[in-house]
Antibody, heavy 119, light 107 residues
């Protein structure tokens, strides 16, 4: 059974760095073709893809946010970490991690974690 | 980045109706198109991938079609649990992009 769970702070201050962890089970990120992605959703708005890391440690980032994002993995812990620097109130959103598997797209999602950026 | 445009943004329908949602890509994406359903406070759920392949466990009243730039999601006979927001998403380019969503409400 595939599961993913996001963890991290619920509140960050403007200009701070956000660090989110995705802990997953039911698959291995060392298996060829497996990837984990981060996607966010501001309240009442649409989904926005942020970053992806694959089994070969290749990393891909949203063009508009790539200077602020870093994605990494710890295969032994079954975790993927996303850092986002220089947080702003417009970054307030629910942040999801999701698996990209054999379907080629995001077939399993975590429940999401709401991050509020406010002083 | 490839822009995904859904229509309509919202509409009302009744249980038992047949409904169609459209999604247009700003450039050709072959069949690298997925549809998701999202209910309030929940994560999106994958319904269809490769434009027309039903994800395991998804009811057969959901279907998808299209290729290139124009795609549709059809729900053949609306059930109460289908009232939700639907998103299309392209994965032709690794710069994955989603549509703005279509909110399906009860009439």
């Amino acid at each position: 059974q595939v599961t993913l769970r996001e963890s991290g702070p619920a509140l960050v201050k403007p200009t701070q760095t956000l660090t989110l962890t995705c802990t997953f089970s039911g698959f291995s990120l060392s298996t060829s073709g497996m990837c984990v992605s981060w996607i966010r959703q501001p309240p009442g708005k649409a989904l926005e893809w942020l970053a992806l890391i694959d089994w070969d440690d290749d990393k891909y980032y949203s063009t508009s946010l790539k200077t602020r994002l870093t994605i990494s993995k710890d295969t032994s812990k079954n975790q993927v970490v996303l850092t986002m620097t220089n947080m702003d109130p417009v970054d307030t959103a629910t942040y999801y991690c999701a698996r990209k598997g054999p379907t080629g797209t995001f077939d399993y999602w975590g429940q999401g974690t709401l991050v509020t950026v406010s002083s | 980045a490839i822009r995904m445009t859904q229509s309509p943004s919202s509409f009302s329908a009744s249980t038992g109706d047949r409904v169609t949602i459209t999604c247009r890509a700003s450039q050709g994406i072959s069949s690298y198109l997925a549809w998701y359903q999202q209910k309030p406070g929940k994560a999106p759920k994958l319904l269809i991938y490769a434009a027309s392949t039903l994800q395991s466990g998804v009811p057969s009243r959901f279907s998808g079609s299209g290729s290139g730039t124009d795609f549709t999601l059809t729900i053949s006979c609306l059930q109460s649990e289908d009232f939700a927001t639907y998103y299309c998403q392209q994965y032709y380019s690794y710069l994955y992009t989603f549509g703005q969503g279509t909110k399906l409400e009860i009439k």
